[in-house]
């Protein structure tokens, strides 16, 4: 384990949460949230023995790392107003480049970490891809030491390829989680325990590793079958935003068995 | 455990292949493949020791249960030239009714896996739903004892039920299949390992064990993060499908915001 640093939190949505209470326990100083929501950041607060802030012009300047972890249109406007100078800045966005750090500091970088993350739940960030950057050696090495007491799974990773990590990880997790949420729903009204469809959904996320999750594809389109695929449709006239993704997924598969 | 029976699959596609498989391991005697398809059919019948056959007026009629495994649409005409007066006649569909084996026989059941089964990998069918039903006590008797060689987890369903449950499965595993290939496919261009999705996959898998997966929706159509949805709309802009399914499922989660 590398050095232990003085840090400042910018935000207190989940990923704020979730990486300030890892690197709290790791041994880390969380010396100040700041969130212009005062409830969730006095939460935080309590749970990593820190002070915390609403005031921007109030941010504790003695950090070693200031940690920006707030929705991604809004981080260039703080940036603006944080005058840190030469302190290490940086963001935990997946979309967003680097280099809009730069009106904060001239020391920046990266620490994107590829899980879901939400209050509701304990983390599980020990073994997820932590992505990182940095403007120069000096600072990639410290993002790395500090990424490396939140996982043993640290990657350097481009703000080009972290974009397209980004977009793959909406279809990966944020999608089916939705797809999740529509089979509850269904099955819902017919009074089924959702339950019974957790041995496939574990199946088929271990199916995953497998390499090109196209060629363990089933199901009615991948078999090309118009009738189940009508009955669906039939199923769901009555949910016409369900029908409409049933129907442009499947559409989807469809043209991949043309291929 | 229960009984060892004579069994006749009808059909070699990916669920009589790991069916037949399963119950040959367990004791039962497959006494013959039946399938248009000469070369799965011979593949299939060497593996669990039986002969094959592609003529459906020569199907062996001494077999205790017959398994009809074939594409849905298919199964009622088979059902007209198979006469097996009171044998036990199963099908392993998700959708179609069980009535339609009647044609066939008087006595019928359904043996449906609730599993996602491909021949290109070993099945996991101990511990998936195998959804039976039959139209007397003991008819279904004999298909559950039948079921418990397969799996420990038989449940009895309506055919109106499994209908439900099929529809379900679609969304939650073909479609999330269909979404971790296009997630697969974006990476790919970027030369990124798919690899790096997959703590993430398995955790967004996990989390459905935890009740209505709504609740666990992460992404920025749950943070209405509407400029990150346009930059990535911006980046599928080559991709018009992939764009449309982002734009459909994306309206879908900013909805249930709304609820």
Known sequence: MGEFYKIVFIGSGNVAYHFSLELYKKGHKIIQIFSHNEKTAKELALKVNSEYQTDINAINKNADIYIISIPDDK????????????????????????????????????????????KNKPANLSKAP????????????????????????????????????????????NFTTRMYAIAYDLLKKENIDFKILIPLIEETAMNAQYGDPAILQTG??????????????????????????????????????IH
């Open 75 to 118: 981080i260039s406007e703080i940036c603006l107003k944080l005058n840190l100078v030469d302190k290490l800045v940086l963001h935990t966005s997946g979309l967003k480049e680097m280099e809009i750090l730069h009106n904060s500091s001239e020391n920046i970088g990266i620490i994107y970490p590829l899980q879901t993350l939400t």
């Open 130 to 173: 932590i992505c990182i950057e940095a403007n120069n050696e000096i600072n990639l090495r410290k993002v790395k030491s500090l990424a490396e007491s939140i996982s043993s799974n640290v990657i350097e990773i481009t703000s080009q390829q972290r974009k397209i990590i980004h977009l793959a990880a909406v279809f990966a997790c």
């Open 220 to 257: 009615p389109a991948k078999r090309n079958d118009i009738n189940t695929i009508r009955e669906h449709q039939l199923l769901l006239s009555d949910k016409p935003d369900y029908k409409n993704i049933y129907t442009f997924i499947t559409e989807n598969i469809l043209k991949q068995n």
